[in-house]
């Protein structure tokens, strides 16, 4: 296969501190350019990481519902207007920095302080107005991952614990990409590729996409340097009469989308996993409070068409 070329055909940094680039890519075969260009598509939006706060800790006892005296913005908006704010580390360590404000005054990410390896690359992004002569404390926790992590509540918040908040990890905001043909005499010969990134601005497209190229490398390296595995998936046969793939045992009862009566009945029996459900008999399973020949039959097909277990 020839070299592939790849040019930057345009690059601007947008004032809110994202930056977009778009690339071209040519000498590409026939097919080649819509699967290159929808795998570095997924690995940018998907398995590129970066910082982003994951808590807050008041000087206050507070909740994500409770009012500040002397601020504008309840704690509530104030956790929305910290998702916006764009970190760029040289590390991936866990960092935790502070605020501290005296009013009235407008709150932004500048006054943020940070230590040497942490930049801020939106500093006017707005994070409230203390309205009255108060004083103001926060401490932030700033952690890198990738994807998207959603904040765990369900636990009282102490005088020890930060308030958790809601962290977007990706640094790559839209990925657009456009395959071009090229014809010869009425012939497809050979396709180009154009690839439009958008960044928050902690990462340039261009460092980016060269992350995804070694990310993609590093994944099929593997098929490579490693023999095909000579384990098969053991199919065991049970005293009942069931087919069972060992492979599936761990899969969760919330997976097979069943209707709330029969995902009722198999929770109220501790049944949580395929594995747990694939101890019981089709006649124990119809044993169960409230469960019937209905439910029997749908949780019978899921397993069927899902993964192909099959009650006698």
């Not at 760029?88 to 009235?104: A, E, Q, W």
Request: proline content about 3%; aromatic content about 8%; charged content about 25%.
């Amino acid at each position: 296969m020839s070299s592939l070329l790849i040019k930057c055909l345009e690059s601007k940094t947008i004032e809110s501190g994202s930056i977009y680039e778009r690339f071209h890519i040519d000498s590409l075969k026939p097919g080649q350019a819509l699967t290159i260009g929808n795998l570095i598509r997924r690995v940018l939006l998907n398995d590129l990481g970066g910082m982003s706060i994951t808590g807050i800790k008041f000087s206050e006892n507070y909740h994500e519902f409770s009012i500040i005296p002397g601020v504008r913005e309840d704690i509530l908006e104030i956790l929305l207007n910290l998702k916006g704010i764009v970190f760029k580390s040289l590390t991936k360590d866990c960092k935790f920095v502070t605020l501290k404000i005296n009013g009235p005054t407008i709150i932004t990410a500048s006054c943020i302080n940070l230590p040497l390896d942490l930049q801020i690359i939106n500093p006017h992004h707005y994070i409230a107005t203390v309205v009255d002569p108060v004083s103001i404390e926060i401490e932030f926790k700033i952690e890198y991952g990738t994807g998207y992590k959603l904040a765990d509540r369900t636990n009282s918040i102490t005088d020890d614990e930060f308030l958790e908040m809601d962290a977007t990890f990706m640094p790559i905001q839209k990925v657009n990409f456009e395959v071009k043909n090229i014809y010869e005499k009425s012939e497809l010969i050979q396709e180009e590729l154009f690839l439009d990134i958008w960044s928050n601005g902690s990462i340039v497209p261009k460092d980016s996409l060269l992350l995804a190229s070694r990310f993609i490398i590093d994944l099929f390296s593997s098929f490579v340097k490693n023999e095909f595995s000579q384990e098969l998936n053991v199919i065991k046969e049970s005293e009942e009469g069931k087919s069972i793939v060992n492979t599936h045992t761990d899969v969760t009862i919330e997976e097979l989308q069943l209707s709330i009566r029969s995902y009722n009945c198999l929770k109220r029996e501790n049944i949580n996993t395929v594995g747990d459900l694939l101890k019981y008999s089709p006649e124990k399973l119809q044993e169960l409070k409230n469960f019937g020949k209905k439910s029997a039959d749908e949780i019978f097909n899921t397993l069927k068409n899902q993964f192909g277990i099959i009650f006698e």
